[in-house]
């Protein structure tokens, strides 16, 4: 099986930055995007940004221009720098990895981190 950790969540002010990470350990490799998604309380989980296994990157509108993911093939690991936070990007963090074409949607992927929380203070 494929094991996903998250780090890196934390409190922040409006206009800050945090960088998430993702270790994956078990069966993934470079064939599998990995993604982040986000879940805010009361509210559906959200697609946010994906790495393909040959480095396209795919962002929500709402975090494009702000949020950049990268992948580090060596480390085994995903990651998320997230600048110039607002408020409404508070919510759970999750990582998650899938060898599918498709980008979007939380079925096109087939295991998930436990989820890493952010919180930007206005």
């Known amino acids: 099986q494929v094991q996903l950790v998250e780090s890196g969540g934390g409190l922040v002010q409006a206009g800050g930055s945090l960088r998430l990470s993702c270790a994956a350990s078990?069966?993934?490799?470079?064939?599998?995007?990995m993604g982040w998604f986000r879940q805010a309380p009361g509210k559906e989980r959200e697609f946010v940004s994906v790495?393909?296994?040959?480095?396209?990157?795919l962002y929500a509108d709402s975090v494009k221009g702000r949020f950049t993911i990268s992948r580090d093939y060596a480390k085994n690991t995903v990651s998320l720098q997230m600048n110039n936070l607002k408020p409404e990007d508070t919510a759970v963090y999750y990582c998650?990895?899938?060898?599918?074409?498709?980008?979007?949607?939380?079925?096109?992927?087939?295991?998930w981190g436990q989820g890493t929380q952010v919180t930007v203070s206005s």
């Open positions: 998650a990895v899938g060898r599918g074409i498709s980008l979007r949607g939380q079925k096109d992927y087939d295991y």
């Open positions: 790495i393909t296994w040959n480095g396209g990157t």
């Open positions: 078990g069966r993934t490799g470079s064939s599998f995007k």
